[in-house]
């Protein structure tokens, strides 16, 4: 006989997570949004979220410190009495940028920064977590500011769960930048308040799995404790993929203290970016991601997870990581090269992108850019750094002939939220909005689920999303490789740009016929789902590697005729 098993009733959303994080930020709701750089996390995503009883940061990175400052006197108007969270990234190129945006938050009161991208503590964090600490009467240590701290790795967790290095203590003791009182405060306060455990997500990722790296900060939170009694209150948040109400209750579940959401953010009417990427957003599965070059890291090889449909550029940063790793400058390019570069990702001439670049990093880093002087292959670094900080600029403007390089920081969890989200209001993108998709989501999360031995007996209806029936995958394939006509490799050649076009959402007219599957970001399972349709189009049976073997779709054209040919003598 089958027991029925029924769950009691879910605390509300409000009760959802820790009650100690709520308290610490002063919120309705254990639900925080991510930053999300140059200002795409801008004033109007947190008013909204903010005024909804979430926490939000704001996204500074990328941003000047004038722009940063305005955001400030903004926000403290709209939000009067209410702590602000900013973001704090690290930049090992730039260090004097990180302690002078340190400076301003402390000298404008900023209570709680989203430290992230760190990977080891710095003078600049170490003085906004230690500046204004005190002991109070009872022998606690109390910090002014707040800090959360943005991880996907244990070993860069563990210094946050720590009071800050003594090395880094002493020298701001030495330069005058804290007292003798604040410096033992430090001493007794971890660095961090909160950690976010970032799992597989848009942006900078390590694309770990989340119920594998929640667990493992979990033990080594427990630890560290042994040793240093105060790391067991650090609350431990989780991030990456976190974009529907299963994915929600899974992490609370797990015993995150608070979830953070991201790329879902992006796709509100709030986010400072365009309406063409909210609607390429909105149209987004979850493979429609790839990894590419971060801007701000491009020399460390660091990447970061961007979306790939509708946009070309995860294969075009990736093609200028090739170039920047196998040649020592811009002057010993092939000329090929350089003309590629100038037709098809910079549309202009070189020496003009240079001229830019040096006005830049002049105004910005003089010292980066006396070094690009002297080192040619920095100067290389800096210019194909000119597209990957443009691509992003071209997207939050929704520049039109741009389209094609469009960086856009995007996570599978885009795509999951799309498919909960068909069946509800936010099927429409002018239906977005911040506030209403956290409360949604928590609240949905919340609910109460029964289910039987059989499995689930009562799902939420908001839940279910659409059923895709195998006649009508059937009829799409039916569509796709009807009433071709195979006449030589020039037209398989034209067929696969159209399938290739079709996977990433461009026009054909985008795709190279010359360059690799690879370069254009195009996963396994698209490039099988093409093999596929091939198979049908030619009646023949193909072999999974063929496209390793011939990894342009010219070479591949060329050998599929040639197989077709000896198939109708047979």
Not at 232 to 257: C, E, H, K, Q, Y
Not at 283 to 312: I, N, S, Y
Not at 370 to 388: E, S
Not at 418 to 429: C, G, H, I, L, S
């Amino acid at each position: 006989m089958n027991q029925a098993i029924s769950f009691n009733l879910p605390p509300a959303a409000e009760k959802l997570g820790s009650a100690a994080f709520r308290q610490r930020y002063n919120l309705r709701l254990a639900y925080m949004a991510g930053a999300m750089a140059n200002g795409i996390a801008g004033e109007a995503l947190v008013e909204s979220l903010t005024r909804a009883g979430c926490l939000a940061s704001f996204g500074a990175a990328g941003l000047s410190l004038p722009r940063v400052s305005a955001a400030i006197g903004r926000l403290r108007q709209s939000l009067p009495g209410r702590p602000l969270c900013f973001n704090l990234i690290h930049t090992p190129d730039d260090p004097a940028l990180e302690r002078n945006l340190v400076e301003l938050y402390l000298s404008t009161g900023i209570e709680v920064i989203e430290a992230s991208a760190f990977m080891a503590l710095t003078s600049a964090i170490v003085l906004y977590r230690a500046r204004g600490a005190h002991i109070d009467a009872s022998g606690r240590a109390v910090a002014q500011q707040r800090v959360i701290a943005k991880v996907s790795r244990r070993e860069v967790a563990e210094p946050f769960m720590r009071p800050a290095p003594e090395s880094l203590l002493n020298a701001l003791l030495a330069e005058g930048a804290l007292t003798d009182a604040e410096a033992a405060a430090a001493r007794l306060l971890p660095m961090a308040d909160d950690i976010t455990v970032e799992a597989d997500s848009g942006g900078h990722t390590d694309r770990q799995s989340l119920v594998c790296a929640l667990p493992a900060l979990m033990l080594l939170r427990a630890r560290v404790a042994h040793s240093f009694a105060p790391a067991a209150n650090v609350g431990l948040g989780a991030a990456g993929g976190i974009s529907t109400p299963a994915a929600i209750r899974a992490a609370f579940a797990m015993g995150a203290d608070y979830v953070v959401t991201g790329s879902i953010n992006q796709a509100c009417i709030e986010s400072n970016t365009s309406p063409a990427i909210r609607r390429l957003l909105a149209g987004a599965d979850l493979a429609d991601v790839a990894m590419a070059p971060a801007a701000d890291m491009f020399e460390l090889g660091v990447q970061v997870q961007v979306l790939k449909r509708g946009t070309l550029f995860a294969s075009r940063a990736g093609a200028l990581w090739m170039l920047y790793r196998n040649y020592p400058s811009l002057e010993a390019l092939p000329q090929t090269e350089r003309d590629r570069l100038e037709k098809d990702f910079f549309k202009l001439p070189l020496t003009t992108v240079q001229i830019q670049t040096e006005a830049f990093w002049r105004e910005r880093n003089p010292a980066m850019a006396a070094r690009a002087q002297q080192d040619p292959k920095v100067m290389m670094g800096l210019i194909f750094r000119w597209y990957l900080g443009q691509s992003s600029r071209w997207a939050i403007e929704g520049v039109p002939e741009r389209a094609m390089d469009y960086q856009v920081w995007c996570g599978p969890a885009m795509g999951a939220f799309n498919v909960w989200a068909a069946d509800t209001p936010f099927a429409q993108v002018e239906m977005r909005r911040a506030a209403d998709v956290a409360e949604a989501l928590m609240t949905a999360a919340a609910q109460q689920i029964s289910t039987t031995a059989e499995g689930p007996t009562s799902i939420p209806a908001v839940v279910i999303g659409p059923v895709i029936t195998a006649p009508t995958v059937a009829a799409q394939t039916s569509k796709v490789t009807q009433h071709i006509q195979v006449e030589d490799a020039e037209s398989i050649r034209d067929w696969l740009m159209e399938q290739v076009a079709t996977q990433l959402d461009v026009t054909a007219d985008d795709i190279d016929p010359r360059r690799t599957f690879e370069s254009y970001a195009l996963d396994s399972a698209r490039a099988l789902l093409i093999l596929t349709r091939l198979e049908a189009k030619l009646s023949l049976k193909l072999s999974p590697t063929l496209i390793w073997n011939y990894p342009t779709i010219e070479k591949l054209a060329e050998r599929l005729f040639q197989m077709s040919q000896v198939q109708e003598l047979a």
